[in-house]
């Protein structure tokens, strides 16, 4: 299989710009500047002609909407199918508002979503200038002490990281990603500072040891974060922790070997509909031989990633936040137990129907 890779900054080049994430009245304000940048990682595959772009950004979401334009585009331009673009976010709290046209404080700005649409196109057309043969090793291990099921003290949530690289004909590893179930959400609401945050910052500190940034793919984190074992919410902590898990993923043992030798997607739909709320919900699945990835546009409870990982024929890659964004999706045992819950207009049970379609679709793809 041929793959290729891009990496861009996505921070705002104008002075004054506003935040996304945690309904903070500070994201009324102005941000205070750029802590450090955010950035966009993609990732293209190729096989026999078919096409996968993945453009991973550190954004909290991607609007469903924007996701069909881009898709439209794409396909329009590159002749891109319109099933095979993902548009996936690290789920980043103190993010740019800027590209969000539906975000209750209505900062959008047309200028910057211009911008962002040029990136997605430049970062394909980029990733298709330095296509190679390439061959994929992956590596997993279960990282405990920096998160956890978030509503359960104590208790572990989708603990294992997986990080998958790709060497070209040389033996070199030159693009990859790291696939963990947590929310990227270390500073507090309070902040006022633009920042990677949480996966971003780990992004640039893999970096030294994987020799390029790998994507940061976030799976099932809907009952997933570090609220029970962070120790502040502070930079000072953005760093302990950032520092800490890329030391845990650089020591994780990458020489499985994968087969990748095809693509294949499936898009599945899903409807839910009560007297109160209706959603025609999208997922899908992509085979690529010894990979399956799946993308859902929202929060999956972890379990369900456990339960995807278990069931799967090969190895699955959960994709998270993915092309919009419907909400949590929890197991029916953890309704009325916490906010996401009590809040979600996803009627009890639904998720476990969504799941089941999904391994079905796992099971026959090939």
């Known amino acids: 299989m041929n793959v290729g890779c891009a990496r861009h900054c996505l921070s ?20 205070s500047g750029i802590h450090d940048d955010i950035f966009c990682n993609s990732l293209l595959f190729e096989q026999d002609g078919k096409q996968v772009f993945l453009f991973s950004a550190d954004y909290l979401e ?72 390439a061959t994929a090793k992956l590596g997993k291990k279960e990282i405990l002490g920096y998160y956890g099921n978030r509503n359960h003290p104590g208790e ?16 070199n590893a030159f693009a990859g990603l790291v696939n963990w179930a947590v929310h ?17 910052n780990v992004c640039r500190k893999l970096k030294a ?27 000072a902590e953005l760093e302990r922790v950032s520092a800490g898990m890329a030391a845990e993923i650089s020591a994780i043992d990458v020489t499985q070997e994968v087969t990748l030798d095809h693509i294949a997607v499936q898009t599945l739909f899903h409807t839910i509909h009560t007297k109160e709320f209706h959603l025609d919900a999208k997922a899908w699945v992509f085979s690529l031989g010894g990979l399956q990835l799946f993308a859902f546009p929202g929060e999956l409870g972890s379990a369900f990633g456990i339960q995807i ?10 994709s998270g936040y993915t ?32 799941i089941e379609k999904l391994i079905q679709v796992s099971h026959s793809i090939d």
């Open 184 to 200: 990227s959400t270390v500073i507090s609401g309070d902040n006022t500072w633009m920042t990677g945050e949480w996966a971003g």
């Open 209 to 235: 040891s994987m020799g390029f940034y790998p994507a940061m793919i976030v799976g099932t984190a809907g009952d997933c974060s570090n609220r029970n074992e962070r120790q502040g919410k502070d930079f």
């Open 323 to 354: 092309n919009g964004y419907y909400e949590y999706f929890l197991p029916a045992t953890e309704y009325g137990l916490s906010f996401e819950t009590e809040n979600s207009p996803i009627p009890k049970g639904e998720p476990e129907k969504l």
């Open 62 to 133: 991607f609007e469903e909407s924007m996701a069909e334009d881009v898709k439209t585009l794409m396909l329009e331009k590159y002749g891109l199918e319109r099933d095979c673009l993902l548009l996936a976010a690290t789920h980043d709290h103190s993010s740019v508002v800027s590209y969000h046209k539906g975000w209750y404080t209505g900062k959008f700005d047309q200028d910057y979503y211009d911008f962002l649409i040029d990136t997605i196109c430049q970062s394909y057309e980029e990733c298709l200038a330095n296509l190679r043969p």
């Open 12 to 31: 705002p080049q104008k002075k004054e710009f506003y935040l996304i994430g945690f309904r903070s009245p500070n994201r009324m304000e102005p941000s």
């Open 309 to 318: 990982k278990k069931e799967c024929p090969v190895q699955a890659i959960i």
């Open 156 to 171: 572990k949530a989708d603990n294992e990281v997986i990080v998958v690289k790709f060497f070209d004909e040389k033996g």
